[in-house]
């Protein structure tokens, strides 16, 4: 049997095996997004992603697509940047919770008040993979850490509240046990005009696992497939994520609100009138 | 790779690209038709890749492909021209 997986036309397959370890869940997250781009109508050269620093960082190297690996934390200005110099692009960033919400919490506020046309996929396995598993701005209380040999002490973020309360047009939440639920809403998030958000929760067996005594990445899947529950159109304040408690998942906000550049072009023909041209790129 | 019985006709297949499995077993948990199993060989980076135990009940819904990491299987429905 020689066939060729479909999903290796979107992969660069010279790069693989791919650097994550076994049990990983980061893979299965760009399994959703392939399955996401697949069908959908956009040509595949208006898609571009966008990465920052980490163990997902990795994901903008990995995809066959116009993709940037940006430093740490800058994947979101540099994805406005793109956006707002070629507005047919459909861009997507797809970083970790510690590149998008600690050195980068700031940019992701921002661009979701100003609704910039994004598709933000966050995978939150609650550490820092790269750097040895470090605290993040979303690790639980009680959850152990390398930085936090006690149990960690501080009130993590609640991903979804934070962004449905910034202002994003889309907000939604799955882990990669849920696959296909994951890939759908990425499709629709990729839709939307305005700034939509996906966490994704995945396994990080090596560093966030093994140290909670969760298990390796099978029984972190597993303990996913236990602990959620499917209930969209939650209230977002209530969907908050404890060390073992339950996970809702589901789309909770699906809005529309005038985007970054519709509100600009509205805005300044509201001011020039008839002379006013409507930005559509850089020419 | 197991061989399949004659009198049946599959529905689906699955391909396993063995170099590439990391054995986290994602796919023998996930496959909604018990297909895979652990198999007794090493790949050459000392894994045990999965292999098809049961082929005959694949339905080609390729929730392996979907859950791999390593992008080292897929399923895919297998057309009837075939007898
Ligand atoms: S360190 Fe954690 S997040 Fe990074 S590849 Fe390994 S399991 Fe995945
Ligand atoms: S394609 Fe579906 S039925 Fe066949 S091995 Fe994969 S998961 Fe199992």
């Known amino acids: ?283 | 790779m197991a061989e399949a019985k004659k009198s049946k006709r599959p529905r689906g297949t699955v391909v396993i690209s063995v170099e590439l499995c990391k054995g986290c077993g994602f796919c023998i948990a996930f496959c909604p038709s018990a297909v895979l199993e652990f198999s007794e060989m090493f790949n050459s980076k000392g894994y045990h890749p999965p292999h098809a135990v049961n082929p005959d009940a694949c339905i080609g819904c390729d929730l392996c492909g979907m859950y791999c990491p390593d992008f080292a299987i897929f399923g895919a429905r297998v057309t009837r021209e075939v007898a």
Not at chain 1, 88 to 114: C, E, P, T
Not at chain 1, 144 to 159: H, Q, R, V
Not at chain 1, 210 to 224: E, P, T, V, W, Y
């Open chain 1, 1 to 283: 049997m020689s066939a060729k997986n479909p999903r290796n036309q979107y992969l660069r397959t010279e790069r693989m095996p791919n650097i994550w370890c076994p049990g990983c869940g980061l893979g299965t997250a760009v399994n959703c997004f392939i399955s996401a781009i697949e069908d959908c109508e956009t040509p595949l050269d208006q898609i571009s992603v966008v990465s920052g620093i980490g163990c997902t960082g990795r994901v903008a190297g990995y995809l066959k697509l116009d993709s940037f690996h940006t430093t740490h934390g800058r994947p979101i200005p540099f994805a406005t940047g793109l956006k707002l110099s070629n507005p047919k692009l459909k861009v997507v960033v797809f970083s970790g919770d510690g590149d998008l919400f600690a050195i980068g919490g700031n940019h992701f506020i921002h661009a979701a008040r100003r609704n910039m046309d994004l598709t933000i996929i966050c995978v939150n396995n609650f550490t820092y993979g790269m750097t040895g598993g470090q605290v993040t701005p979303t690790t639980p209380i009680d959850a152990f850490s390398s930085t936090t040999p006690y149990g960690n002490i501080e009130e993590p973020f609640n991903l979804p509240f934070l962004a449905d309360c910034s202002g994003a047009v889309y907000v939604a939440r799955w882990t990669v046990f849920h696959v296909r639920q994951a890939a759908r809403a990425m499709r629709e998030a990729m839709h939307k005009n305005g700034f939509s958000f996906i966490e994704i929760i995945s396994p990080c067996p090596t560093l966030y696992g093994r140290r909670n005594k969760i298990g390796d990445g099978l029984k972190m899947m597993q303990a996913f497939k236990d602990n959620s529950v499917i209930a969209d159109e939650t209230d977002t304040r209530n969907v908050a994520l404890d060390f073992r408690g339950k996970i809702i998942c589901g789309k909770f906000v699906d809005r529309e609100k005038t985007s970054f550049l519709d509100m600009y072009n509205i805005k300044m023909a509201e001011r020039f009138g008839p002379f006013y041209e409507p930005y559509e790129g850089i020419k």
